[in-house]
């Protein structure tokens, strides 16, 4: 039974931990200062500290959030019972994860192995799905407000600073593995596993960057339709950029705009309009 239309009803949280442990986040890089450090510290989740082989630069996030930072991978991977937060360029998290204690908490395989050798309970920050907006989003459908769930676009045309992330510029996997992985991972929530996936990612003949631009159609059967349409290249002016999702169902529908990533990392306000 679909309940009254009350927006500040929806859940926008997650529940806390009953009991936090201590997080050693490994890079100094701009996600950890950017997000991860201003997120825990809103969350009220206790910071151990960091490492990152640029000492310099770890000093510095350290002393900005007033937290240690530990000189070697072996002083960071000592702190018992931590939460090891890899906030580190893809290549190097196996490395970072072999350095780990066992049973404490390359690539995808390779990541898996270790962590299934180790006994390592792992996740990988897919932080989309959690975000407040999204879990409105979720919970207005849970609520039924939208009625069946029939539709969902996402529409990227955005000038996205690929040059932040020295590592992308020469990774072979870029657009789906790094910036659309989470509207899958958000798309999957929603609507569970698609039946199939017809996509084609794509660079850009203005720079090297591997994949910059990616047309998918996810295959939920007969009745959802599900498409992306992605471009990075658009560095046109404001004015006509987008990046925003419209999911409609059969009562009601949702639009999201995406604010973080039209103006990267500084960002606008998001928005969540549901009809
Ligand atoms: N989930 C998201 O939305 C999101 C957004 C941005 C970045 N990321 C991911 O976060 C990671 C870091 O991105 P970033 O933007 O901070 O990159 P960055 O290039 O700004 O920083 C990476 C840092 O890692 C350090 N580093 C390298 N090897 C290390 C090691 N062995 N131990 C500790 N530190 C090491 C580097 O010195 C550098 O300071 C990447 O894997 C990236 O794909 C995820």
Known sequence: MTEAFDPASLSQSWPKPSKPRPIVTFGAGSIVGDAHFPAYRKGGFPISGLYDPDQAKAQKLAETWGVTAFRSVEEAAAVKDAIFDLATPP?????????????????????????????????????????????????????????EVVDFDALLALDTPWQLWEFLLKAPRVEIAMHSIHYLDLIRQLLGDPLGVHAKTLGHPNHKVAQTRTSAILDYGDTVRCALSINHDHKFGRRHQACEFRICGTEGAAYVKLGLNLDYPRGEPDILEIH
Do not use: S
């Open 91 to 147: 290549g190097r998290h196996a490395d970072v994860l072999k350095a780990l204690p066992d049973g404490a908490v390359g690539e995808a395989t390779e990541i898996l192995e270790i962590c299934r050798a180790k006994r390592l309970k792992a996740a990988v920050n897919f932080q989309l799905r959690f975000a407040p907006m999204m879990l409105a989003l979720k919970d207005a459908v849970a609520k039924g407000w939208l009625g």
